[in-house]
């Protein structure tokens, strides 16, 4: 580390050309060929997990941000290690091989999230500058430049854990508060300086696209903060890197994640400006991109839609997402390029034993190793960063629309396959699906999978879904057999276990409620079920959050009661879910599909409203719903047509399903609670769905 001259830094840059040497730039609502003029659509990945890790990237909840793993591995094998194990991390991970092999694949740029302590160390900074900088963080950044300029790869800067953080949360690196908004005098003037260094630094390079200011800022749910704040800091930042860099495109995140832009408005303080909003899933319709297309139009500004992802197998829903985004002029960043023992991106690392023992110490479950142990360990892990000890994913690459492996794939030699994980033996109960999974090396791959030691027809890809199997099946043995032109592997026997159906029988009724919000006599034999899992903030008390449902059916309808204890109902926030509210999910032939499709279905019905909305199909839902407010809460009735849900119900049908709600006491979502999902994301995938069953008029 050095510190450098403040004085010499100001004198340069009032000396310095501001021309702009960017492969592209703006022009009203497209990213252009700075050349041709031509219209350039983004294809990318995110760059995590090298700089930033996060927990979940690394296989560990508990610890989740780089300054808890900093310190984790300082206990393990002290200061010096801990030091050589970030060298062999930072210089494995992140190779030129890897900006070769996107290249080649179609990929025409990358985001680099950047943690602001890699190039400016949080501790020892004076209150003011002159601040002092890691020559050894921007060496990093100055080899991939040069590889990037080599490959005529675009880099899009992005301020992912800025410093002082703009989120209190762990993808900011933040102690728990967001000191960027709560110490502003502190930590505005360090990242205006750490914006202005890398500007400096990189300023004639063609490869730089251009500066995210920050990544998902978090501003109105925390107490006596402004959101107008995010927009003043984004026009003194466009002005500091303007002394650098007069044409280099500034990307904008919104408020809550970046989805919320209205904060930001006017987007006029720069003509090179790009909205820049995320969402998971990726958004895959035009209902999806309406609230940032109008923003679009407003402002003759371009869209880019700068992180999603995190989808696995089998990955159509990438396809149908980026040939959407690509036929409406959009961009899109992938997340990420690597990460640790996931399917969802290019890279997959897998974990050594020795690693794991670590991440078992760190969750509790284990011993400590000893320093000898963890340091062999960690290094042995640093080292398997590289792309050449990863499992490459060139199924995920196909996926998205423009790219090909095969290119890259013919560089490479065709290896025999390698089974890396065994399919597991399954427990399901009766009504569901079972899943069997293998994981192998060696592509291109074959596989064929058998029952009982016979192939099924049409059995041929990496996962075997069993459909409703029966009873009779229970006990079945499966495997797998995985072959290309250098060999072939056959794995282990995996077992499925069917128990019998032990959830919720939704009785049929004899007479239908009236929907009004008022608890009919018809409600009074019916079991009642409790939402028990909180999955986002917390619930003080019974008072505080409290919500239970019960549910019958009829030739018509499907019936819900549902009564909700809060204390303080609000109606306010810039989405439906930030307002209190239900949300019913319903898979009606309870495939426990990765993706939703015409039969899977996701409402919403907020408090102090007059509807339901269907939030995965559009058009009218024809659903009847009322309610009534009580001293404790409110109560809440819906009825929703079997014709809405296009199904013929029949007693013993098997339907997933799953029952949240989102509790906002004021402003902003604060808590939610759910029946099944452990996990907030079922709004994403009805594989997490639990199961009811509808019963005759006794309830079997």
Not at 103 to 126: E, T
Not at 363 to 383: C, H, I, M, T, Y
Not at 540 to 560: G, I, P, Q, R
Not at 645 to 660: A, E, K, M, T, V
Request: proline share 6%; with cysteine; charged share 25%.
């Amino acid at each position: 580390m050095r510190r450098t001259s403040y004085l010499a830094g100001i004198i340069l840059l009032l000396c310095s050309s501001t021309i702009s040497y960017a492969y592209y730039t703006t022009k009203g609502q497209n990213i252009v060929n700075r050349k041709t003029g031509e219209t350039v659509i983004l294809r990318g990945f995110g760059i995590g997990c090298w700089l930033l890790p996060e927990g979940y990237m690394w296989g560990i909840r508990k610890l989740d941000r780089p300054r808890q793993f900093e310190e984790a591995i300082i206990d393990l094998v002290g200061k010096n290690d801990a030091s050589k194990f970030w060298e062999i991390y930072y210089h494995n991970f992140m190779t030129e091989s890897d900006v070769k092999a996107m290249k080649m694949w179609g990929v025409n740029s990358i985001r680099i999230a950047l943690l602001a302590s890699v190039l400016q160390p949080r501790d020892g900074q004076p209150d003011k500058p002159p601040y002092f900088y890691s020559e050894a963080g921007f060496a990093l950044l100055d080899s991939l430049v040069s590889w990037c300029e080599k490959s005529h790869m675009g880099i899009i800067w992005d301020m992912h854990g800025a410093p002082g953080a703009q989120n209190a949360e762990n993808i900011a690196d933040s102690d728990g508060e967001a000191r960027l908004w709560t110490e502003k005098e502190k930590y505005w003037p360090r990242c205006f300086d750490l914006w202005l260094k890398i500007a400096g630094r990189y300023r004639d390079k063609e490869c730089i696209i251009g500066y995210d200011l920050l990544n998902e800022p978090l501003l109105r749910r925390y107490p006596h903060i402004s959101e107008l704040l995010l927009r003043e800091l984004y026009v003194k930042l466009t002005k500091t890197i303007r002394s650098i860099d007069q044409e280099g495109i500034i990307f904008i995140e919104g408020d809550d994640w970046a989805q919320n832009f209205e904060m930001l408005e006017p987007m006029d303080w720069d003509s090179h400006l790009v909205i820049a909003f995320h969402s998971y899933p990726p958004t895959a319709n035009s209902r999806g991109l309406e609230r940032w297309d109008i923003l679009r139009k407003k402002y003759n500004i371009p869209l880019w839609h700068g992180e999603t992802g995190e989808q696995g197998p089998p990955y159509f829903y990438n396809t149908q997402a980026t040939t959407f985004l690509e036929s409406q002029n959009v961009g899109w960043s992938w997340w990420t390029h690597k990460k640790f023992e996931r399917n969802t991106q290019p890279w997959n690392i897998p974990r050594t034993p020795g690693f794991n023992k670590i991440l078992e110490y760190w969750n509790g479950r284990g011993e400590k190793p000893s320093v000898d142990q963890a340091k062999d360990w960690l290094f042995d892990q640093a080292k398997k960063t590289h792309s050449d000890s990863c499992e490459f994913l060139p199924d995920l690459v196909i996926s998205l629309s423009g790219l090909d492996p095969d290119g890259y794939m013919a560089t490479r030699d065709t290896l025999p396959p390698v089974i890396i994980r065994q399919p597991a033996n399954t427990t399901i109960q009766s009504g569901d699906p079972a899943f069997f999974y293998v994981r192998v090396k060696g592509y291109p791959v074959q596989y064929q999978w058998q029952k009982n030691g016979t192939p099924i027809d049409g059995a041929a890809e990496f996962m075997l879904k069993v459909s409703h199997p029966d009873r009779a099946e229970n006990n079945s043995s499966y495997s797998v057999k995985a072959y290309n032109s250098k060999g072939s592997v056959k794995s282990r026997e995996a077992r499925l276990t069917i128990l019998p159906y032990a959830g919720p029988v939704i009785d049929k009724t004899p007479k239908a409620p009236v929907i009004d919000g008022r608890i009919d006599p018809i409600w009074g034999s019916v079991a009642e079920e409790r939402l028990s899992h909180i999955v986002l903030g917390k619930n003080e008390s019974l008072e505080d959050l409290s919500v239970t449902f019960k549910a019958v059916w009829d030739v018509t309808n499907l019936y819900f009661l549902i009564q909700i204890d809060d204390d303080v109902k609000s109606d306010q926030g810039s989405s439906d879910y930030d307002r209190d509210g239900v949300e019913i999910y319903l898979d009606m032939d309870n495939s426990k599909s990765r993706f939703y499709g015409d039969d899977e279905f996701m409402f919403r019905y907020n408090w102090n409203t007059d509807r339901v909305r269907d939030e995965k199909h559009r058009g009218p839902t024809e659903i009847k719903c009322a309610q009534q407010n009580t001293q404790s809460g409110y109560i809440a009735e819906i009825a929703i047509p079997w014709k809405v849900l296009s199904n013929l119900p029949q007693p013993g049908q098997y339907i997933g399903f799953d029952l949240h709600y989102n509790d906002n006491d004021g402003n902003q979502r604060e808590c939610k609670l759910t029946w099944h999902s452990a996990r907030d994301d079922a709004h994403q995938t009805p594989s997490v769905f639990g199961t009811i069953k509808l019963g005759d008029l006794k309830g079997k």
